[in-house]
């Protein structure tokens, strides 16, 4: 299939990265991927190795893909978490995971902009999480980390629009099937209502090529993030009692 662009997808050896990068390569973008770690066997879009908590090697990365952009989807996706008893939690861990969910993709998205990196009519996605609507009891730092996405896709979006014809969005999926999410759910916890990364990828990217800035992915979703919206301390003690009270160790 030939190339309709280029795309960019941090985080994307597993999980909800994995599933953006076969999305984006079965529309046909050249897709390109940070990540720390190497995906397993043979994948169809290019890989480069970057640990994005790495001051240094984040800069080098972002030199190396200018000179491969403009990008015609930028989809910041890369993230980590940390459960447990917030003060039982290393802060290096706590440090780490605000470089990774926060500092890296703001910096990936200022410095792809100010080296013309960016296609004109391109869109550029932010992965934030449920959480920024409902509260995370268990994983404070993670959920932190995502409203300071959310306020930064919103604090963008009119400037990138004028500036560079770059349309902003800021997604907000809910529990994945992932083996990301089972690490740190509470012993036992089923997965049977957590949504496949293959149809969050999905929905996500439409939401963005219809120009949505805020995307929920499903209904479940929508539905969590209204009762958030609505109700936001019943929201908060129902996620307490579901998750924090249920977890019997800390995990980063």
Known sequence: MTATGKALVTGGNAGLGRAFCAAL??????VTTLDQTA?????????RMCDLSDHAKLDAAIVNLAA??????VVLNAGISATG???????DAHLKLLSVNTEAPLVLCAGLAARGALAPGGRVIFVSSLSHWTGY???????ASKDAIAAYAKSI?????KAFGVRVS????GPLRTRHAARHAPKGASAAHRMEPDLAAGLI???AKRGFATILPGNRAKMAALAGWLLPRAATRFMGRTVFRKLDREVW
């Open 68 to 73: 491969v952009g403009p990008f015609d989807v």
């Open 157 to 161: 979006r009119k400037p990138f629009r």
């Open 39 to 47: 995906p397993d066997g043979f994948v169809p879009w290019t890989h």
């Open 85 to 91: 008893r917030f003060q039982a939690i290393p802060l």
């Open 25 to 30: 390569c079965d529309e046909g973008y050249a």
């Open 137 to 143: 009891p268990g994983a404070a730092s993670y959920a």
């Open 205 to 207: 990217l439409k939401s």
């Open 170 to 173: 800021c997604a907000f999926p």
